[in-house]
C-alpha cells in the first residue's frame, strides 16, 4: 500500500481526483487545527482553486448535515477505512455541489453507493437536517473596489458598460440608496452612496475570473472594510501606519487615496499572512507602502515619530461577518474567556497607537465585530488611558449625516460618536469604526511600561486584571 493510498485507507488503483482530496485536507485542518479557511485557500498551488473554494465552503457550510446523513446511513461504520473527511467532501458535491461523481475511485464508488439513501434521508427528515446558519444568512450585494492606482473610475465604468451592464443613478439619500440595492436586478449597478471607487452589483455576481480583478484593477472588499481608509482620509504626502495589515485591502486602499504620495508602513507578525500581504501590495501596484514584519507593539516609535495617521485594525471575533462559515462552538463561558482575552490585545494596541507616536493626529480603529466588549469597551479603555490628549471624532459628519447606525451608550465614551455598520440594515458584513484625532500637543516622548506591551504577556497579565478595566458583558449590536 503507498502512502497516497493510506490516506484515504483503501487499497486502489484508481486516484482519487486531487480536487476531492484537496478539499478534504483543507476541511480537516479546519475543523481538527482551527486554521484560516481563506488562508489555507490562499496558500493552494492548484489550477482549479475557486472549485476548491467552493466545495470545501459547502462542506463547512452544510457540515451539520453531513454528520447527521452519515449517522443516519451508518457510512463509517460499514466503511471504516473510508476516510470521514473525504466522504464528507463527496457527499457534499453529490448532494449540493455538480450533483454527480466522475470517477472509479473506491471512496466515489462507496458514497455513490449510498445516494439513493442519502437523497431519502434528506427528504424525510428535512428539519432535522436543517442548518440554522441558513435562516440567518443576508443575502449581500456583491461589492468591488477600484483600485485608482491601476486604472481610473471612468474607465473600469466603460469596460461593464461594454459588458452589458446598466448604471443605476445615483440616490439623494442613503435610505433611497438602501432600498436600490435590495432590489438589484441581474443588469444593474450602482456606485456607492458613500465611496465612489466603490461599486456595487447584485448578489451572487462573480468576479473571481475577471480579468481586471486578476490584475489587481478590481479588489473584492465588502462596503464596510472601505469605510475606515476612507474615513480617516488621510493627505497626501503624510506618513500612515497600518498597525494589522494583513492581508492588505486597508492599507492598499489608504495607498489609492494619497495616489502612492506619501509613505504607508504595513505591519504583520504572522509569517504566512506576512508574504500574503507582500504579494497583494505589489499585485495592487502599492509603491508607497513599505511592509514590517513584527509584532505592532515591538515596533520602535522613534523609526516612525513622523506617522500622522494610524489605523488599527486588530484580530477580532469576527462576529459581524455574518455571512462566515463558522466552526467554532463554545459555551457562554468559553466566548466569555476569548472575548477578554481579545479585548486585552485590542485595548494594548489602540493604546499603544495614542501614547507612542507625538506627531499622530488621527487615529482609526475598527472591528468586524458585533461585541461592545471589542468595540466601545474598547475605546472607553483607551481613552481614559490617553487621557485629555484626544477626542472622538463624529464620525456621522465624515458621512455627510447619511448614516443610520450608531455606538452603545452603556460606557462613558459618547457612543454618538462611533459608527456601526449593520449586516441586515447596511446591506453590507458587521463594523465598528472610532476615530480619535489630537486636541492637545503632548511631550515629545511619551511612553508605555514596556511589560504591559507585550503580548506574549498577555495571558499572564489577564489572570491579575481588574473586572472593572475590561467588562464583559457578552451583548452584541441588535440588528433591530
Not at 496558500?43 to 452544510?62: C, D, E, K, R
Not at 454618538?416 to 453590507?428: Q, S
Request: aromatic residues 8%; charged residues 25%; hydrophobic residues 35%.
Amino acid at each position: 500500500m503507498n502512502q497516497e493510498n493510506m490516506s484515504t485507507g483503501f487499497v486502489h488503483s484508481v486516484r482519487v481526483p486531487r480536487l476531492y482530496k484537496e478539499s478534504s485536507k483543507i476541511v480537516k485542518k479546519v475543523f481538527v487545527d482551527g486554521s484560516s479557511f481563506k488562508t489555507l485557500i490562499s496558500q493552494l498551488n492548484h489550477p482549479n482553486v475557486q472549485g476548491i473554494y467552493a466545495l470545501v465552503s459547502n462542506t463547512l457550510q452544510y457540515s451539520k448535515k453531513l454528520d447527521y446523513l452519515i449517522d443516519q446511513n451508518k457510512i463509517l461504520i460499514d466503511n471504516p477505512r473510508l476516510d470521514c473527511w473525504l466522504a464528507k467532501v463527496l457527499i457534499t458535491e453529490l448532494l449540493w455541489g455538480k450533483k454527480e461523481l466522475k470517477s472509479n475511485a473506491k471512496p466515489i464508488e462507496t458514497i455513490l453507493s449510498y445516494k439513493v439513501k442519502l437523497l431519502q434521508s434528506l427528504e424525510q427528515n428535512l428539519d432535522a437536517t436543517v442548518d440554522p446558519y441558513d435562516n440567518k444568512r443576508v443575502q449581500f450585494p456583491r461589492y468591488i473596489r477600484i483600485n485608482t492606482l491601476l486604472t481610473s473610475i471612468d474607465e473600469v465604468l466603460d469596460t461593464f458598460y461594454n459588458d452589458g451592464w446598466n448604471l443605476l443613478p445615483r440616490c439623494e439619500n442613503y435610505t433611497s440608496h438602501l432600498e436600490t440595492l435590495s432590489s438589484l436586478t441581474n443588469e444593474n449597478f450602482i456606485q456607492d452612496f458613500h465611496i465612489p471607487e466603490v461599486l456595487v452589483f447584485p448578489p451572487g455576481t462573480k468576479f473571481y475570473d475577471h480579468p481586471d480583478h486578476l490584475k489587481g484593477k478590481l479588489l473584492l472588499q465588502d462596503k464596510a472594510s472601505c469605510l475606515p481608509a476612507f474615513i480617516l482620509n488621510p493627505k497626501p504626502g503624510g506618513e500612515i501606519l497600518d498597525i494589522c495589515a494583513a492581508p492588505g485591502m486597508k492599507s492598499t486602499h489608504l495607498a489609492a487615496i494619497i495616489n502612492n504620495n506619501g509613505k504607508i508602513y504595513a505591519v504583520e507578525m504572522n509569517e504566512n499572512r506576512y508574504k500574503n500581504l507582500c504579494e497583494f501590495i505589489s499585485l495592487a501596484n502599492a509603491k508607497c507602502i513599505e511592509t514590517v514584519q513584527s509584532d505592532a507593539l515591538k515596533i520602535s516609535p522613534e523609526q516612525y515619530a513622523n506617522v500622522k495617521y494610524i489605523l488599527v485594525d486588530p484580530s477580532c471575533s469576527g462576529s459581524g461577518i455574518i455571512d462566515r462559515i463558522e466552526t467554532r462552538e463554545e459555551n457562554s463561558q468559553q466566548l466569555q474567556y476569548r472575548l477578554k482575552k481579545l479585548q486585552y490585545v485590542q485595548s494594548m494596541l489602540l493604546t499603544y497607537a495614542l501614547l507612542n507616536f507625538p506627531n499622530v493626529r488621527k487615529v482609526i480603529y475598527s472591528t468586524c465585530s458585533m461585541y461592545l466588549e471589542e468595540n466601545e469597551s474598547v475605546v472607553d479603555i483607551a481613552l481614559k488611558r490617553a487621557g485629555d490628549m484626544f477626542k472622538l471624532v463624529n464620525l456621522k459628519k465624515k458621512l455627510k449625516n447619511e448614516w443610520h447606525n450608531f455606538g452603545s451608550s452603556e460606557y462613558t465614551v459618547d457612543g454618538n460618536k462611533c459608527l456601526y455598520a449593520l449586516p441586515e440594515k447596511d446591506l453590507c458584513r458587521g463594523f465598528f469604526m472610532a476615530m480619535f484625532k489630537r486636541k492637545t500637543k503632548v511631550l515629545d516622548e511619551v511612553e508605555l511600561n514596556s511589560d504591559t506591551c507585550k503580548i506574549s504577556n498577555i495571558n499572564n497579565e489577564l489572570k491579575s486584571t481588574e473586572d472593572n478595566e475590561l467588562p464583559i458583558k457578552r451583548k452584541k449590536k441588535s440588528f433591530e
